[in-house]
Antibody, heavy 123, light 106 residues
């Protein structure tokens, strides 16, 4: 059973950089799956941030693309998120998730999630 | 960018009621639509993928369908444990979630 665990500071100062890591256990990150970050501001809905493949190919949400970097470290079986120039609007629970696929490979979906890491942007 | 318009934002229903949630895509996305359930303080849980395919282990009272760019999620008979927020999500181009529907017991 794949498990994901986010880690990182719970408090970041405005204009600073938010950095989180997602450790993957119970399976290798070097598979055909893609690995995503999703966030959820308190009391609000889910927002997809971006994704990375094990080879390092990335796709980002256009609304965040100028501030986001997602990277992967296959030797440590983990991937990371950096979001710079943060403001209070970036306060959220940040989830990492694996995107799996059905037997045909046609349909993709988030099948494994971390427990979430609340990051507050405040001075 | 593909936008997903989900409605209603909240609903209140009685145990045993049929509950219907809709999601409309801003452009064609085929069947590349998933539904998730999220309970407070928990990560989302996949219920349906490919618009109408039930994830393994998910009760059969949950179902989904597609008509063009309109998608419907149905709980045939609401159970107390179904109290949660439900989200649609497209994976045709990048990834986008709907705004969510909070389901409460009347």
């Amino acid at each position: 059973q794949v498990q994901l665990q986010e880690s990182g500071p719970g408090l970041v100062k405005p204009s600073g950089t938010l950095s989180l890591t997602c450790a993957v256990s119970g399976g290798s990150i070097s598979t055909s799956n893609w690995w995503s970050w999703v966030r959820q501001p308190p009391g609000k809905g889910l927002e997809w941030i971006g994704e990375i493949s094990h080879s390092g190919t990335t796709n980002y949400n256009p609304s965040l693309e100028s501030r986001v970097t997602i990277s992967v470290d296959t030797s440590k079986n983990q991937f990371s998120l950096k979001l710079n120039s943060v403001t209070a609007a970036d306060t959220a629970v940040y989830y990492c998730a694996r995107e799996g696929y059905d037997f045909s490979g046609y349909y993709r979906y988030f099948d494994f999630w971390g427990q979430g890491n609340l990051v507050t942007v405040s001075s | 960018d593909i936008q997903m318009t989900q409605s209603p934002s909240s609903l209140s229903a009685s145990v045993g009621d049929r509950v219907i949630i809709t999601c409309q895509a801003s452009q064609g996305i085929g069947y590349f639509l998933n539904w998730y359930q999220q309970k407070p303080g928990k990560a989302p849980k996949l219920l349906i993928y490919g618009a109408s395919n039930l994830e393994t282990g998910v009760p059969s009272r949950f179902s989904g369908s597609r008509s063009g760019t309109d998608f419907t999620f149905t709980i045939s008979s609401l159970e107390p444990e179904d109290i949660a927020t439900y989200y649609c999500q497209q994976h045709y181009s990048l990834r986008t979630f709907g705004q969510g529907t909070k389901v409460e017991i009347k």
